[in-house]
């Protein structure tokens, strides 16, 4: 069992949200979640909101592949979720900053004629 000196918080930012139909809500994070998160913690912080909680799903690329998956979020967020909110999360492991940032292939720029 993890002690309090185990835990972080991770904080990832809301990207982008779709709503593709009635009661579904297709979240995409800044982040990669590491395993060792725990979902059933998530809460969203930064802004005060008084809407219905929904259940949601996080497109994630949770192992680090280019393709992404759907992962559904055991807790649920307020309904009005948007981009540039912000949702934190325990991890029962250290995570670093590398452990959780997407990888940003850097391709040089044209060349100017």
Request: proline share 10%; net charge neutral; with cysteine.
């Amino acid at each position: 069992m993890p002690t309090l000196r185990d835990v972080n918080i991770a904080v990832a930012s809301v990207i982008r949200v779709r709503r593709p139909g009635t009661g579904v809500v297709l979240l995409e994070l800044d982040a990669v979640l590491p395993t060792c998160a725990v979902l059933e913690q998530v809460r969203l912080i930064g802004r005060r909101s008084t809407a219905p909680l929904a259940t949601m799903d996080v497109v994630t690329r949770g192992d680090g592949q280019d393709d992404g998956r759907f992962q559904l979020l055991p807790a649920p967020l307020p309904a009005d979720v948007r981009e540039g909110d912000l949702v934190c999360f325990p991890c029962l492991a250290s995570v670093r900053h590398r452990d959780v940032v997407e990888p940003v292939r850097a391709e040089p720029a044209p060349a100017k004629r």
